[in-house]
Structure formats: C-alpha cells, structure tokens
C-alpha cells in the first residue's frame, strides 16, 4: 500500500518501521527534548503530540472526567491562525508557515476533543472551515492536504465533522461526500477479504484488505467519531457479506464489522504484520475494532476482543502512554465494560496520571459557581515514566498503525 505523506509522518512511518515488537523498551525524550508542562506523556511529542493529547482529553470527558486547564490550554495552543493543527508546534508562539506540516488526522482529533471539553467554538470552528478547505473532490480527505483520500483520515474527519454538529453526508466537494469517498474503498464480497475496506488503491487503482482501515471505515460510515457508543444489536451481525451495485454507508459497516469479526474470531485479536518483523498481536487496532464492532452491531459482538484486550494490554498501554490507554477507555465505553476496573486495571487512573492532574469535582463545581477555571494543578504535574515513545507505540490507533505499511490478514 503507498501511503502519501507530511514529512513529519514519514519520519513517523520509519521510526515506526524500525521498531523492535510492540513491547520492547523504547528511548526517552533526549535532553533537549523539552516536554511542555501541559502534555500528556513523556515521549517525544514531534510526531505525535496533539493526536495523543486530543485523545487524553476526549478520553477524560468520556468517563465524565475534567481535564486540567492548563492541559486544555496547551491544546488550544497548538493551532494555526487558519484553524489548522500540526502534530505538534514546538513553538507555538510563533506564527505557522509554510514549513509547519498541518495536517487533517491532528486537526479532526483535536475538534473531538475540544467539542468534548467544551467552551471552544471559535477554535473548532475554524478547524472544521479549515478541513472543508482541504476536502478531496472524491469527498474524502488525506492524511496531508493535496494527498489522495484514505480511509482513515477520512473516517476521522467524519467523527470531527458530527461532534461539532454538521451533517457530514451534507459536506460535499466535486458533489461527493466522505461516505462516496469512504464506499469506493469497499472491497466486494469474494474471497478471503470481503466486506473489508483498503486504506488507499494502489497504484493500479487495485484495493487491498486492511484491518486497521476497516475498523476506522466502520465507525466512519456510521458517522460516529473516536469515542462511539455501542449501536442497536444490528439484523447483520453474522459473518456474512452483503453485495450491491451501489452499498448503502449501513451496509458497508455491516460487512466491515463482519470482516473484523473473522478475523478476530480465532485468537481475539488483530494481527500485526510490519515488514521484517514477525507477526505478534496488535494490541491498538484490536482496540480499534472493539469499537467498530461495538458501534455496528452492539456491544455483545465485540465481546470477545474485548476480553482479550482486558486480559493482555495492560502492559502495552502502560508503555503506549496517554494515547494507548485512551483506545482502551474507548474499546470499554463502547462495548460496556468498566475503564476503572479493565482487567483488574484502573484505565483512567492511570491516564490521568500521564499528565497533569485533572479538576476535582470540588474544584469543578466551584469554578462553575464563580465563573473562574481551575488551574487544573498547575503545581505538579503528574507524570510517570513508562518508558512510551513513538516506535514502540505501534498502539497509536487511526494517526499511525493504519498509515504504515503493512499487510493485515
């Protein structure tokens, strides 16, 4: 699959590339590497620093916790004047320019999360005329503006676009919307990958399965963003494929969501497959497809790659870092299991403590009655050492694990 990129996420792509297995101890940030205090995680942020905070926050909303002030501020910090977000702005004072690689995944992310803590209109407003800007004339959108359209981008535009109350099918370049863009990705029913969706078409306009990209695809079409709840038990929940000339967007979920659920129907869990590396469990998309399947067909239909991840990813989200335990507070929230007690881990216990602390109740509730903010303890910053870092991250979900290259199933 070739993958058009920002240069930032090619560099990305290769840190990534070269990783030892998902697990293996990762480097630090080097000492000149200096982590603003508002961020969540301790690895270097350049490739991933607004992704992983836009997830931290929309996590902390969806199990009702408030995030720090000074961690949302931090966020709203990282913008462009043109509402665009980069992956991360090491100098946020300065004006972006032609030489800060803006791009749509960071940008959408960052939307979600900001409509999630609200306040923020201005900020998301602009993010959202900014990502109508650079929509493809397929409906859909790349990773980097002028790039051809891929699932994922374009799935978590989609979850931008509803959170800030537009009507994603009504969002149309060329008189196509991101659903057009998302169906032309949909493999047909034969052989072993049908009903799933490519990433991208090859060179050749050829598409090839992708796990990753079908999990996104899924919650795409149904125009549900990165924290989707469980959806109604759906009449197509089986292992079937259904075929049409032209797929309605719940037809091609149905057949996603049943794509997924082969393929996690032996061991529980997605396969990672990185050149040169050996297969092993990828424990990000399996998370991923957790909440495609939740949000498709009802939480009981991801109930057995839920269980896995409850009994094996504990120690892949403590080296992941906010990003990583943030996919597992969504996998729970869609498919109905407790994030404080997953495993016998406390997921938002230990995401918050990536960061600085979260607004008590106390301190929330007083800030409402006096109009003021807390300074989200501005003192002390929680932070552990867990050793995360972009190359063993492979966990980061719909920014990185579905945009390298790799074959899945």
Not at 102 to 124: C, I, K, P
Not at 213 to 219: E, H, I, K, N
Not at 374 to 380: E, I, K, L, R, T
Not at 394 to 404: E, N, P, T, Y
Request: glycine share 12%; with cysteine; charged share 20%.
């Amino acid at each position: 699959m070739n993958v058009r990129r920002s240069a930032a996420a090619l560099a990305a792509v290769g840190v990534l590339a070269a990783a030892a297995p998902a697990l293996a101890a990762s480097p630090s940030p080097s000492p000149s590497t200096v982590l603003p205090s508002g961020l969540y995680g301790d690895s270097d942020p350049k490739y991933d620093g607004v992704w992983r905070q836009s997830l931290a926050l929309l996590a902390q909303r969806t199990v009702s916790v408030t995030p720090a002030a000074k961690a949302i501020d931090w966020l709203t910090g990282q913008q462009c004047a043109d509402g665009a977000f980069a992956a991360f702005r090491a100098e946020p004072t300065r004006a972006c320019d032609a030489k800060v690689m803006t791009d749509t995944n960071s940008t959408a992310a960052a939307v979600q999360a900001l409509v999630a803590v609200g306040g923020h209109e201005d900020a998301t407003g602009k993010a959202v005329t900014w990502l109508k800007s650079v929509q493809n004339e397929d409906g859909g959108w790349a990773y980097a503006p002028g790039g051809a359209s891929d699932a994922n981008s374009t799935a978590v535009v989609i979850g931008a676009l509803a959170a800030a109350g537009e009507r994603p099918a009504e969002v149309t370049k060329g008189g196509k919307s991101p659903y057009d863009a998302l169906l032309k990705l949909a493999l047909p029913c034969t052989g072993d990958s049908k009903g799933a969706f490519a990433y991208q078409p090859d060179k050749k306009g050829a598409l090839a399965a992708n796990a990753d990209a079908t999990a996104a695809a899924v919650v795409g079409v149904l125009g549900a963003g990165l924290d989707a709840k469980a959806g109604k038990e759906s009449k197509e929940s089986g292992t079937g494929c259904v075929d049409a000339d032209r797929l309605t967007p719940e037809q091609a979920a149905a057949n996603g969501a049943s794509y997924l659920a082969r393929a996690v129907a032996e061991d529980g869990h997605l396969t990672s497959a990185l050149a040169g590396a050996p297969e092993q469990p990828d424990y990000g998309n399996t998370a991923d497809a957790v909440v495609a399947l939740a949000a498709q067909g009802g939480a009981q239909r991801a109930a057995k790659p839920l269980a896995w991840l409850e009994k094996n990813a504990a120690a892949w989200a403590k080296q992941s870092g906010p990003a990583g335990y943030a996919q597992l507070i969504f996998a729970a929230h869609a498919a109905g299991a407790d994030p404080r007690d997953f495993g016998g881990t406390d997921l938002v216990r230990a995401l918050n403590a990536t960061g600085p602390a979260p607004q008590t109740a106390e301190a929330t509730k007083a800030a409402d009655a006096s109009g003021e903010k807390d300074d989200g303890g501005s003192g002390a910053g929680v932070w552990w050492m867990v050793g995360a870092g972009l190359a063993a991250g492979a966990g980061i979900g719909f920014l990185l694990s579905g945009r390298r290259k790799q074959q899945q199933l």
